[in-house]
């Protein structure tokens, strides 16, 4: 087990894929790994299996470029976290990715504007942990400190765990409960709604080529100490 995973949950389950040895060669599960991943990992066949998954991968140099390829019939993808796992055991079969990291320079802020908290969705689980959060949004630092490992903090992004739409994201009960609206960018230009009426059953409920691009929060009034 993993010292940060102490209970085997669903999140630790798909983390202990990476134990897999991935490379063009090895087609077969190793004996060791098997004894890693153990019986409690009913989902994993400890068959042969092929790993490799031909695709193309779309890398645009402004949001706009990100927006046109999604509508094209890209899946985006910024930490892949969530997503790559998905694709090594076949319940993704992307024929484009979007790979959205070069945009962090514009996408990967925590910053306080005005009455409003902003948060690029690329800033990632780390950013928004090192982040200056103000009184009464303390929650968003905490679930922060509770999310997966170290690694998995630096590499996954706000905007990725909330629009993956799952029961077992982190973040999107604490980013409900402080009544966020997210900016949506798509052709049409942007867009902004609340966060809790985007979720409908399987997913996000978003127009065609739309990217979630900020998410921002209401500062709390009164005395917070």
């Not at 890209?74 to 055991?89: E, F, K, N, Q, S």
Request: hydrophobic content about 40%; proline content about 5%; some cysteine.
């Amino acid at each position: 087990r993993s010292p940060y995973y102490p209970s085997w949950n669903s999140y630790g389950r798909s983390c202990a894929w990476q134990l897999i040895k991935i490379s063009h060669n090895a087609h077969r599960m190793t004996a060791s790994t098997r004894w890693a991943i153990g019986d409690r990992q009913p989902f994993i066949s400890k068959r042969i299996f092929r790993i490799a998954l031909e695709f193309d991968v779309v890398r645009p140099s402004g949001i706009d470029e990100a927006v046109d390829a999604v509508e094209g019939g890209g899946i985006p993808v910024a930490g892949g976290t969530y997503l790559m796992p998905r694709i090594h055991l076949r319940m993704v079969r992307p024929s484009v990715l979007v790979d959205l990291s070069g945009l962090r320079g514009d996408m990967g802020y925590v910053a306080v504007d005005g009455d409003y908290l902003r948060i690029g969705a690329l800033a990632t689980i780390s950013d928004l942990m090192r982040a200056r959060i103000p009184g009464g949004m303390e929650s968003l630092r905490a679930a922060a400190s509770k999310f997966g490992s170290p690694q998995i903090r630096e590499m996954a992004t706000v905007g990725g765990n909330l629009a993956t739409a799952s029961a077992h994201a982190d973040l999107i009960t604490v980013f409900e409960a402080l009544d966020a609206r997210v900016k949506l960018r798509g052709r049409r230009g942007e867009r902004v709604v609340k966060l809790g009426k985007l979720y409908r059953a399987g997913g996000l409920e978003l127009r065609p080529g739309e990217l979630l691009s900020e998410i921002f929060v209401e500062m709390p009034r009164g005395d917070h100490r």
